[in-house]
Nanobody, 124 residues
């Protein structure tokens, strides 16, 4: 069984930055899996935020994240990152990382493995 563990969430003022990390418990796992970042706020559906292919060759972002968020990965460290800049109050949510084989998908049901989530709160 593979575990994904997110970290890096917290409270930040609008305009600030956070970097989220997602570490996989099994080294060989992450090398073959595309990783997605999703978020969910109270009363809303879990939505796709960003994704990166298994080799880092391609990324994808929701429109609201383009130009502000950057997804990256370091397979040698079994870790995927989400750098979030120029944060807005509407970015407040629990952020989850998820994994699926090779290629990015934007639908949450396409992902096999999920982390437990990390809270991001952006104050105005």
């Amino acid at each position: 069984q593979v575990q994904l563990v997110e970290s890096g969430g917290g409270l930040v003022q609008a305009g600030g930055s956070l970097r989220l990390s997602c570490a996989a418990s099994r080294r060989t796992f992450i090398s073959y899996y595309a990783m997605g970042w999703f978020r969910q706020s109270p009363g809303k559906e879990r939505e796709f935020v960003a994704g990166i292919t298994w080799n880092g060759g391609s990324t994808n972002y929701v429109d609201s994240a383009k130009g502000r968020f950057t997804v990256s990965r370091d397979n040698a460290k079994n870790t995927v990152y989400l750098q979030m800049n120029s944060l807005k109050p509407e970015d407040t949510a629990v952020y989850y990382c998820a994994a699926r084989l090779y290629y990015i998908a934007t639908m949450k049901d396409e992902y096999e493995y999920w982390g437990q989530g990390t809270q991001v709160t952006v104050s105005s």
